[in-house]
């Protein structure tokens, strides 16, 4: 079946520093979402994107759907403390219904 | 404007016995979605409606679970009998249509002993 592979598993950075990370499908996807869940609450989308090669950003967040479909990545720019939480990508099973398959997360955490 | 409201927000319940979850879409949203989320399997998609009806159920476990949506504007996911692996966090989104992004709830955190 169909897997998603999210690195790193979990990130400790600098408040200010800029976050990589990025996931990987054995399979072709022809969209890619990434959402950030915060404890107690569930994913909230913070970027889509539904093109080969598209990059997207929304405020300091900038994710790319890798050109052979079966990646993409999200960075951050200049962490503050409020981006704390997990980071999930997801990818469409291509079936013709609108199902998605999430990765394991990254958890990041930012020290002041 | 409320988001997807879901309850309870935790319920601890012991094997074999009932569990009902309960979810209220955003108003106006056609698409409802029920995910289960564990350490072990991450987040995973379990069953979708569209218009009240279900499209893709593939991802219920077993005959335990059952989902219903009676209307619009509530929908129900059941396990009986509950099992200790049962145990997990259960999210419930909607959205306008199918390929529309999805608004989740808080969840419903579920122990069984």
């Known amino acids: 079946g169909q897997q998603l592979n999210q690195s790193p598993q979990s990130m400790f950075i600098q408040e200010g520093e800029d976050v990589s990370m990025n996931c990987t499908s054995s399979s072709i996807f022809n969209t890619w979402l990434w959402y950030k869940q915060e404890p107690g609450e569930g994913p909230v989308l913070l970027i889509a994107l539904y093109k080969a090669g598209e990059l997207t950003s929304n405020g300091r967040l900038t994710a790319q759907f890798g050109i052979t479909r079966k990646d993409s990545f999200l960075n951050i720019s200049a962490s503050i403390p409020s981006d704390v939480g997990i980071y999930f990508c997801a990818g469409d099973v291509t079936s013709g219904t609108y199902k998605y398959i999430f990765g394991t997360g990254t958890r990041l955490k930012v020290l002041a | 404007d409320a988001g997807v409201i879901q309850s309870p927000r935790h319920e601890v319940t012991e094997m074999g016995q009932e569990v009902t979850l309960r979810c209220k879409p955003i108003s106006g949203h056609n698409s409802l979605f029920w995910y289960r989320q564990t350490m072990m399997r991450g987040l995973e998609l379990l069953i979708y409606f569209n218009n009240n009806v279900p499209i893709d159920d593939s991802g219920m476990p077993e005959d335990r679970f059952s989902a219903k949506m009676p209307n619009a504007s509530f929908s129900t996911l059941k396990i009986q009998p509950s099992e200790p692996r049962d145990s997990a966090v259960y999210f419930c989104?909607?959205?306008?249509?199918?390929?529309?992004?999805?608004?989740f709830g808080p969840g419903t955190r579920l122990t069984v002993l």
């Open positions: 989104a909607s959205s306008f249509q199918e390929s529309d992004t999805q608004y």
